[in-house]
C-alpha cells in the first residue's frame, strides 16, 4: 500500500508563488505516473498536471499552463508542483495521486489565492 502525504499548501496573494509537496512511503514496488489534481466544493475534480515514470513528459490543464511546473524525484519518491502568478480562481484543495499497482490518492492540501 501506497501513503501519500502532502505538504506545502497556504493562503497567497495574487500574483505569488507556491510549491506543493508530495511524497510517497508505505510498501510498494513502481510507481508509474503520478498526478495533482484539484477540487473546489461543489464542483468536479479536475486534473492540475501530470507527470510519468521518468520525470521527462507532463502534461498540464490549459488554465494553469505555463504557471505550473510539475517535477518529481523518484529517489524520494516524491512529486512537486510549482505554481506561479497565482490567481484567485486557482483556490482549491490539491490533491496528490500516484499510480502503482492501483491508484492512490493524498488527503489534499489547501491552497487559497485572496487580495
Known amino acids: 500500500q501506497v501513503h501519500l502525504v502532502e505538504s506545502g499548501g497556504e493562503t497567497v496573494q495574487p500574483g505569488e508563488s507556491l510549491t506543493l509537496s508530495c511524497v510517497a512511503s508505505?510498501?510498494?514496488?513502481?510507481?508509474?505516473?503520478m498526478a495533482w489534481y484539484r477540487q473546489e466544493p461543489g464542483k468536479q475534480r479536475e486534473l492540475v498536471a501530470r507527470?510519468?515514470?521518468?520525470?521527462?513528459?507532463?502534461q498540464y490543464a490549459d488554465s494553469v499552463k505555463g504557471r505550473f511546473t510539475i517535477s518529481r524525484d523518484n529517489s524520494k519518491h516524491a512529486v512537486y508542483l510549482q505554481m506561479n502568478s497565482l490567481k484567485v480562481e486557482d483556490t482549491a484543495i490539491y490533491l496528490c495521486?500516484?499510480?502503482?499497482?492501483?491508484?492512490?490518492w493524498g488527503q489534499g492540501t489547501q491552497v487559497t489565492v485572496s487580495s
Open positions: 508505505g510498501y510498494f514496488s513502481t510507481i508509474y505516473t
Open positions: 507527470i510519468n515514470i521518468h520525470g521527462d513528459s507532463a
Open positions: 495521486y500516484a499510480h502503482a499497482l492501483r491508484d492512490y
